[in-house]
């Protein structure tokens, strides 16, 4: 097992350098020269020809990667020049806020979206199969920024249930920073109302997150359960006697999660892009909204940065997700 | 027999072959809903000009004093705040969403095929391994991400978000045909026509390629659907088609910022863009079920 | 005495887009406490779905009981309420499918799901308190008597990790484990090595005698019958064409189909290349009229096309359905 997980590492490893290099090429290659844009079309040639010197633009092309790749070891992302900060702080901002939402919209998705597809699929062609149908439907058809509008619609302007904008609402002071979680900081400080704000502002832009993950696992954990159902191993489980409660929770369960969970890689990365529109709907501070502003300003330290960081994740998922999978089929690891 | 009754022969089982095809479609009817759905939101694309009440609305045209109506007889979707028509916008809105479809699916299709079958056909090889990294790397990345950064270093228009999008989209393909080609590869009718000295050429085309069209038509029709939601995407956040041009994207964009008094303009477009992706998801399952092979 | 089993001209239908495939077209048969019975027909003649309507686990629908009766010790259980049905299936029947790969869940392990089975069937039969090392001793034990060596490791593997042999004896110890009265084993050799065959129907035939379990054994292997049964069926599309003592079978076959069967086993001494039999399986959905193998059939009569012909007597314990026997 340990041998499996680092032979991923490297293989991710590998892939993060390529990809590095592509965005840094791609970076590089792209018209304009990124010194102007940073200064401006205000700035003086003197003030862009430093620049230019000091980001290193006027040396060939692996040159510049030696340096970019030097600084990145080092920690140091480089400045952003729409924020004027560091790109670090930037990220150490806007990460956290990006990171609760997906968490919370992971956990809303999960939650209904097994149950959904395990009643679905044991219950076929009832009404609520039909139902838990045209919700799958309209989930994956729906783009997030839809459902974000819909919601918005429904819930805050014609139900006035729930807050527009942000993580909390004005004029409201946030927790102690500990773990930078709001609903996290605010449960430790006992600050309960201002836990049960954040939480009222966040159930929204994670459901809209969510209903596309809710779709596409209860369609999937539906056909693998029914499926299953029809495999062997379960009609001689009925036939020897093992009650019908532990063969749907027990047997059928874990074969039955193994497509769901092959499948959370890529669903982490569609809540990724997603996250995007939703933050930029709802005006939450994140770091998809940030990784938007700091694209539209061609920001391109910030740009490089994000793009990685993306990448990053990705490739930790992944190999949690094919962890996992390995660990609930032993098909999978027995074969390596 | 004659060359002429072989051909005739040979068409009479395409077009059995066919009417079994459809028959198998249309078992489901939500197959033929998404069907109906797709021609009529294609038809009314292409006949744009002529079916829409305000043709001249679909670009840039102002008449302030009938903007921001609701819905109403002369109205169907309300105006938007310059005066426009939103039906009218929102039906040229869909020229651009399939328009999109097409060009990306057309531009990405044929080499991540082609990459996919030498990728799987030569396996063991360095070309595989280059190819295949290559493709990992692209697939690293979540889709919108890429797609948004081509966009940004280019200036933001419908033909750099077709480019931008194309570009990332290959690799799926690549790796569909891949595995497709790799569980084939040692399969006897392979086999055999190596054997028999058939060029490779004629084996990816003539033996593996058919067994992966399947797949490959089922995949597009679905990628149809979620490129469009992907350029809907880009254009909500500015950096797709442009205004006053009417794509769907922006007009939700555009419509997001008059909630919720003046809701039909970002309500309308948004709809619009749910149907038309309902409506190849809707396809791509029929013709998934068309081509699963049937069981008693 | 009542047979432990009786089925009464049973109809099964399965419904599909074009319309109705009628599988089963009135079967009967019998078993008694004790016997060994095969049932023998071609891939797709009906014998899985008759075995599956005794345990009565078809899947209702698309499939459909149309008709008949299925007694069990006299009661008919397709009369019978689901709790009762559940407690025969728990206490009396058992089976072991063709697939061993197919019929172990692939993500436990052999011992996890023998295990399970033995403290469900010990619950039916109201001994519960088995504590976990007696259940883990029993597992052992009823795989060793299946003739499995080095019984407890193989118990912590997974069914992915153990021959195809291994994995029938592993289902076998589970059928046995369910405390069967009436085991019915469908193809339990097919899936394996020729040489291992002969073992696990041997050790089948051992275990059924000491434990003195009714087996109905499906196979579409004469052979395979021969070994262990005492009386065989013939089936052939839905319907039992022939049936006898095994020994009586094989040396007076009555039934064209019977005989064409027969026929067409390739001979060890060499001799011709086997006839097969003309003609291909009945479409289900609309089967010939009357006798359903009057189409294959060289001796075949204008009345064989009108009436299904009934099972007529021809000896003790020998009945053939067919009109060139009629009294």
Redesign the interface.
Known sequence: MGKYIIQRLLQSIVVLFGLSLLIFFIARVMPGNPARVALGSLATKEQVEKLTKEMHLDKPFPVQYYFWLKSILRGDLGKSWYTRRPVTTDLKAYIPATLELILFSFLISLVIGQVMGVLAGYFRNSWFDGLSRLISYIGVAAPAFVVAIFFLLTFTYILNLTPAVGRLSLGATPPPQLTSFIILDSLLAGRFDITLQALKHIVLPAASLALANIAQEGRITRTSISENLQKDYVTAHIVYGIPTRSTIFKYLLRPSLIPTVSVMGLAFAYQLTNAFLVEVVFMWPGFSRYAVTVMLNKDLNAIVAVVLVIGIAFSIVNIIVDIVVSFLDPRVRLQK | MSRIELLAAALSRKRASFSKGWYKYS?NPLSILGLTILCLIILAAVFAPYITPYPEHAGAFTNFRESSQPPNPTYFFGTDTVGRDVFTRVIFGYRFSLVLAVVVLSLSIPPGVIMGLIAGYFQGTRIEIAIM??T???L???????A???T???SPNLFNQMMAISLMWWPWYSRLVYSITTSLRHEYFVREAELTGASKLHILLREILPNCAAPILTKMSLDA?FVI?VG??LS????GVQPPKPGL?TM?ADG?KR??AE?WM??FP?IA??MV??AF??VGDGLRDMFAVEE? | MIPLLEIRDLHVRFKIFEGELKVLNGVDMVIGEGEKVGLVGETGCGKTTTMKSVLHVLPIPPAKISGGEILYRGKDILKMKPGEIRRLRKGEMSAIFQDPLAALNPVFTVGHQLRDVIKYSLITQGRENLSKEEISAQSITVLKETGMPDSERILSNYPIQLSGGMRQRVCISEALSAAAKLLMADEPTTNLDVTIQAQILRQLNELVEKRRISILLISHSLGVVRKVTERVYIMYAGNVVETARTKDLFADPLHPYTKALLKSVPKLTGEGISQGIRGRIPNYLNPPSGCRFHPRCDHAMPMCEGERPAAFIVGDNHTVACFLYKR
Do not use: E, Q, Y
Not at chain 2, 140 to 146: D, I, N, Q
């Open positions: 078992r990294r290559i990992d790397i692209f690293a990345v979540p889709p919108l991400v890429l948004l950064a081509i940004v270093m280019l659907g939601t809907a995407s909500f956040l500015g950096l994207g939700v997001a909630l919720p809701w970002a309500v948004a863009i749910v992706i309902l998801n809707l008693v």
